[in-house]
């Protein structure tokens, strides 16, 4: 998680939001990929955190599957992203601070581990909860 805040940092020099992702190989080891929120920087809805790190882990690895892969993320996973999560068949997500207006992984929805879908990832979530919801606060603060 301390990775993933670190990445989050970097989102702010972009003017983006500061949400930072990594996925950590299977035997929880080796970080495959680094992302951060580019949405603004990019100009992409769909730049968030997760998902550029979940492409990155899949062109690391060669396969667009990552089962025994883990996402550490300081946010609560979004709907889409909760679905790129589910799609890339990763048997964990870790995540710090819950969003309780848009989050997907507990909050206002239970995407990841939603029963009628066929691969349902393990949730942890409230690492270092209070060091990713500062970080978001700060920088709300700053605006
Ligand atoms: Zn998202």
């Given at each position: 998680m301390r990775l993933a805040l670190d990445e989050a940092e970097l989102a702010v020099r972009g003017g983006d939001v500061p949400v930072g992702a990594v996925v950590l190989s299977p035997d929880g080891e080796t970080v495959l990929a680094r992302g951060h929120n580019e949405r603004e920087a990019g100009g992409d809805p769909t730049a968030h955190a997760e998902v550029l790190a979940l492409r990155?882990?899949?062109?690391?690895?060669?396969?667009?599957?990552?089962?025994?892969?883990t996402l550490v993320v300081t946010l609560e996973p979004c709907v889409m992203c909760a679905g790129a999560l589910v799609q890339s068949r990763v048997d964990r997500v870790v995540y710090g601070a819950r969003d309780e207006k848009a989050g997907a992984a507990g909050s206002?929805?239970?995407?990841?581990?939603?029963?009628?879908?066929?691969?349902?990832?393990?949730?942890?979530?409230?690492?270092?909860?209070?060091?990713?919801?500062r970080l978001l606060t700060d920088f709300f603060r700053g605006r």
């Open positions: 990155r882990a899949a062109t690391a690895l060669g396969s667009w599957r990552l089962p025994g892969c206002l929805w239970d995407l990841v581990r939603d029963r009628r879908l066929n691969h349902r990832p393990e949730v942890v979530e409230g690492v270092l909860a209070d060091d990713c919801a």
